[in-house]
């Protein structure tokens, strides 16, 4: 299972070549859409640390988990992992990795959707309590793993008309119990709705939720289109990507920003992401940041504020993926055409070309001395670790990481040791320490 913007890069490649060239289909998704002129200094290319980081040393505490996609650590020491096919497995420190856990609920694994976060409570020691989101099938639909043009092909060439009547699977966020001996989830809770990327606690407690957007319920496709959005702002605060916010028993919380906009769910915190698969708090503020998925070019970051829009599909950095024209147009903008306008917020940071960020984490620990107040990030295309050095909310520093291993990043998760835990596309946990 992968994310929107890596799996499309390469998948689409294969189902295309029937009717293109594949030298031709493969340079197209390796060529970047020209730089845009950044919104201020170091929004981009930020030059490397002037500190480089310290010689690393790899342990590899298990490479057989299949597609794994988020891990959380147990207060016993082991990890409670997520493959995004529908299972979670406990996985001990000694590498040994258990069965899948009993009580997961059903799960559509499709292109990009499957079953992704899992988060403990602060409470978890005594309560047992834990979060976790995924994509469930339609009523009366079994559990299954789709070929991709399910989610995409047979989706964006449909009218909306048939899309909306279309049985297609239901983006959830849910509660559960982990039971005393490990072995299964228990009392299963759907909290919310609509959104299954990530999930995060807030400082106040409350559970803020990423979501990519739903380009199936309105008039795009996973790229975006030539087509300005703004006359209409309600459809893309219902159907781009969004946060959620809501109580950790799924209720809303009552200083939500749409709430006296009838035609805005209650749970929506923010809107105008496409697939924001890395997800974190910045502990020297306490603002949500996430990475966001450009379509062609444009992976960026950003800070998610109260009712505050992010640009998808209308504003882009990135443009259309050159190999989906049929016209033979290269680097076609998204929606109307710009990179930046009044309204939108401005990423922290963004890259062309791409990366396709997944995981985040700040460095708190003592481990790494020179890394506190960092934000890592993991690059799934890049085939590295990203480390970028920060003055409150500007990227100064750009650093790569494990380049040489060539290891396609997840997550990433800061361990109670002070150590950084990676989960690799490949099936891997890493643990990362200064080399002695």
Known sequence: MYDMAYVLRFAIVACLTAVLAPVWAQSAFTGNPPKPKPAFPRQTEAPKPAQPSPALNVETITNRLSSPFALAFLPDGNFLVTESGGTMRIVRRDGVVSAPLAGVPDVKAVAAQGLHDVVLDPDFARNRTLYFNYFAPPPGEAPAMWPVEFFYDKIWSKSIAERRTMQIGMEQAASAKLSADGRRLEDVKILAEGAERRIVIAPDGKLLITGADRFFYYEAD???????FTANPDLRRNFSGRVLRINRDGSIPGDNPWLSRATVPAATFAHGL??????????????????????????????????????????????????????????????????????????????????????????????????????????????????????????????RLLLDRKESIRDIRQGPDGAVYLLTRSGSILRITPKL
């Open 222 to 228: 996973y790229d975006g289109e030539e087509h300005d």
């Open 274 to 399: 496409r697939d924001p698969e890395g997800a974190a708090i910045n502990p020297a503020t306490g603002e949500l940041w996430v990475t966001d998925h450009g379509p062609q070019g444009g992976d960026e970051i950003n800070i998610i504020r109260s009712g505050k829009d992010y640009g998808w599909p209308d504003v882009s950095y990135g443009t259309q993926y050159d190999v989906r024209r049929t016209d033979g147009r290269k680097n076609v903008p998204v929606g109307n055409g710009k990179a930046s306008m009044p309204g939108v917020e401005e990423p922290v940071y963004w890259w062309i070309p791409d990366i396709a960020p997944s995981g985040m984490m700040f460095y708190t620990g003592n481990l790494f001395p020179d890394w506190r107040g960092n934000l890592f990030v993991g690059g799934l295309e890049a085939r590295c670790l990203v480390r970028l050095v920060l003055d409150k909310n500007e990227v100064v520093a750009e650093e």
